[in-house]
C-alpha cells in the first residue's frame, strides 16, 4: 500500500522511520521511540555512533509492539574494531535478537574496509540485511564488484534541495534502496517558501510535503523530532499525494546538480 517495500535480498522495509541522530540517551531518545510507535511507525533508524541504542531497545519493550512487528536499523563506526564484533555490542544495548538492517556509517578506510565483517555479522544473523551509508556512486560500485552480499540500501543526505538523482538512479539500477536522511535539512527546508506555498495549498504542514516527497519516490526517509505532536504528524503521509506538477517544482530545487558531489563527509 505505499508504506513499505522490499529490498533486493527479499527482506520489508518500512519507508517511514523516526531517525533519532542527536537525541541524548535517556528520557528524550525513549518517549520519541515510544510515541513514533504510539503513532504508528515501524521502523526506528539509530546508529553506535549516536549512543543511544539503549533508550530505543528500552522504549521498544516499553511500547508493548511486538519485536517482530518493528524494523531497527543501526549503524557500525568505521574504525572502531569490527563489525562482527560491534554488532554483537550494538545487539546488547538494544536488548534484541538480531537488527533487521546493519549499515557501515561511512566509508572510512574505503569503501571495502568493513565489508567482510559486515557479511560475518550477516551469516551470523545478527542483521538480516546490510548496506552503507554516505556512499557516492563510485564507491557503491567498488563495493558490489567484491561483495559477496552485496548492500542493499545506500542512506544519504537526500531531500528536493539535496536531490541527488545520478547517484538515486545508480543506486536503483544496481538494487540498492535509497534512504534518505534529514529529509526536512535538519529543519532548515522547512522554512523555504515554495515549500511553504505548495504545503499552505494542499492544507498540509512543510514536513509533510517534504517527507511525502520521498515516499512518493519510493525512498526510505528518515525525519526527526523528539516532539510528540511532530512525530504525529510526520507519519501522516500516507493519506494525500503530490501532483505532478508539484513533484517537478519540488525536484527543481535541488542545488547538487543531480550528482554525489556535495554527499556529506562527516569524517573530513
Ligand atoms: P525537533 O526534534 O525539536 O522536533 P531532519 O529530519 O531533516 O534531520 O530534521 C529534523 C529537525 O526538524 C529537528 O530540528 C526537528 O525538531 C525539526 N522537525 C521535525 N519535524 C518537524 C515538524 N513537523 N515541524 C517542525 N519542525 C520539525
Known amino acids: 500500500d505505499g508504506r513499505a517495500r522490499v529490498l533486493a535480498d527479499g527482506n520489508e522495509i518500512p519507508l517511514l522511520a523516526l531517525g533519532v ?24 533508524d539509530t546508529a553506535q555512533a ?25 549503524k557500525f563506526y568505521p574504525g572502531s574494531s569490527d563489525p562482527e564484533a560491534e554488532a554483537q555490542r550494538s ?20 569503501p571495502t574496509w568493513a565489508w567482510d565483517g559486515m557479511q ?8 538480516r540485511s546490510i548496506g552503507v551509508s554516505n556512499f557516492g556512486a563510485a564507491e557503491v560500485d567498488a563495493l558490489l564488484k ?18 541527488r538523482r545520478e547517484l538515486l538512479e545508480a543506486c536503483e539500477r544496481r538494487g540498492v534502496a535509497l534512504e534518505a536522511y534529514s529529509p526536512l535539512g535538519t529543519g ?3 522554512r523555504d517558501r515554495q515549500v511553504a506555498g505548495i504545503a499552505e495549498r494542499l492544507g498540509r504542514t512543510p514536513a509533510q510535503v517534504l517527507i511525502r516527497w ?34 517537478a517544482a519540488l525536484d527543481g530545487l535541488d542545488h547538487t546538480g543531480g550528482t554525489d558531489q556535495a554527499l556529506e563527509r562527516p569524517w573530513w
Open 50 to 74: 549516536y549512543g543511544n541504542e539503549a533508550s530505543v531497545g528500552r522504549a521498544l519493550r516499553d511500547s508493548g509492539v511486538a519485536r517482530e512487528d518493528v524494523f531497527i536499523t543501526t
Open 21 to 44: 541522530w542527536q537525541v541524548p540517551d535517556g528520557p528524550e531518545c525513549e518517549s520519541a521511540v515510544r510515541w513514533a510507535l504510539e503513532a504508528g511507525y515501524r521502523h526506528i
Open 120 to 127: 560475518r555479522a550477516h551469516a551470523r544473523g545478527y542483521a
Open 214 to 247: 520521498a515516499v512518493q519516490r519510493g525512498l526510505i526517509v528518515l525525519p526527526k523530532s523528539t516532539h510528540r505532536e511532530r512525530i504525529e504528524q510526520n507519519a501522516q503521509v500516507f493519506d494525500f499525494a503530490l501532483a505532478p506538477a508539484d513533484v
Open 91 to 110: 545487539l546488547e544495548r538494544l536488548g534484541v535478537d538480531s537488527v533487521d538492517l546493519y549499515i557501515v556509517h561511512w566509508p572510512q578506510g574505503g
Open 146 to 163: 567484491v561483495a559477496e552480499v552485496p548492500p542493499v540500501v545506500n542512506q544519504v543526505q537526500f531531500s528536493p534541495f539535496e536531490f
Open 188 to 190: 532548515r527546508h522547512l
